[in-house]
């Protein structure tokens, strides 16, 4: 069965530079959410999307911006990188209606900023 | 928001025992609790979940508890084998399209 894709699965920044990252759902899936989760820690959530509109809003610093497409895959923008911001970053999708609620993450995209 | 509690942080068992973790919640609109079970650098996989108008719910060697009264949910994994060993991370969420607030988590560890 298909999965959540991200892209890329590693990616190493400097400080102040900038990343992006992609996530693909699983079709059919309308909605997305990112999570960032540091070392030890549990998964935060930063933001969601519901048919390409913002539908949440989470512990998202202002550096960072989001959007999803019309094929419904999201990019996560983020920029003026921090070394805090080292971290693996997660991408989840799920279905619309009564059974919306199961998420499905990707397999992470880690971030390291030196 | 929502403010979810995990307990126990770390968990050692032996091989074939049962092992417990406990969750409460804070959010009474929350509707629908998963645990999640995490590898070390591996994505978060869904193990079970229940939804507020169920008490319980089994899959195997695991079951999940919810009392809504109390706002407390459990996961019981019996005859635990050592590929149970892992972190799991207890949710709540409102529902349909909602963000998932997670546990701090539980590092269980089974001794063969």
């Known amino acids: 069965a298909a999965g959540v894709i991200q892209s890329p699965r590693h990616l190493i920044k400097e400080k102040r530079e900038t990343a992006t990252l992609k996530c693909y759902p699983i079709?059919?899936?309308?909605?997305v959410y990112w999570y960032q989760q540091g070392p030890g820690q549990d998964p935060q959530f930063l933001i969601s999307?519901?048919?390409?509109?913002?539908?949440d809003k989470g512990s998202i610093p202002d550096r960072f911006s989001a959007q999803q497409f019309s094929d419904y895959h999201s990019e996560l923008n983020m920029s003026s990188l921090e070394l805090g911001d080292s971290a693996l970053y997660f991408c989840?999708?799920?279905?619309?209606?009564?059974?919306?609620?199961?998420?499905?993450f990707g397999p992470g995209t880690r971030l390291t900023v030196l | 928001g929502e403010n979810v509690e995990q307990h126990p942080s770390t968990l050692s068992v032996q091989e074939g025992d049962s092992a417990v973790i406990k969750c409460t919640y804070s959010?009474?609109?929350?509707?629908?609790f998963p645990w999640y079970k995490q590898e070390l650098g591996k994505r978060p996989q869904l193990i079970i979940d229940?939804?507020?108008?169920?008490g319980e719910k089994k899959d195997q060697r695991i079951a999940v508890t919810l009392n809504k009264t109390a706002k407390h949910f459990s996961l019981h994994i019996t005859e635990t084998q050592p590929e149970d060993s892992a972190v799991y991370f207890c949710?709540?969420?409102?529902?349909?399209?909602?963000?998932?607030?997670f546990g701090a988590g539980t590092t269980v560890t089974v001794r063969a």
């Open positions: 959010d009474s609109a929350s509707n629908y």
């Open positions: 999307f519901y048919e390409k509109m913002q539908s």
């Open positions: 949710a709540a969420s409102r529902g349909n399209d909602y963000k998932l607030s």
């Open positions: 079709p059919r899936h309308d909605t």
């Open positions: 989840a999708s799920s279905p619309k209606g009564l059974a919306g609620s199961e998420q499905f």
């Open positions: 229940i939804r507020s108008n169920v």
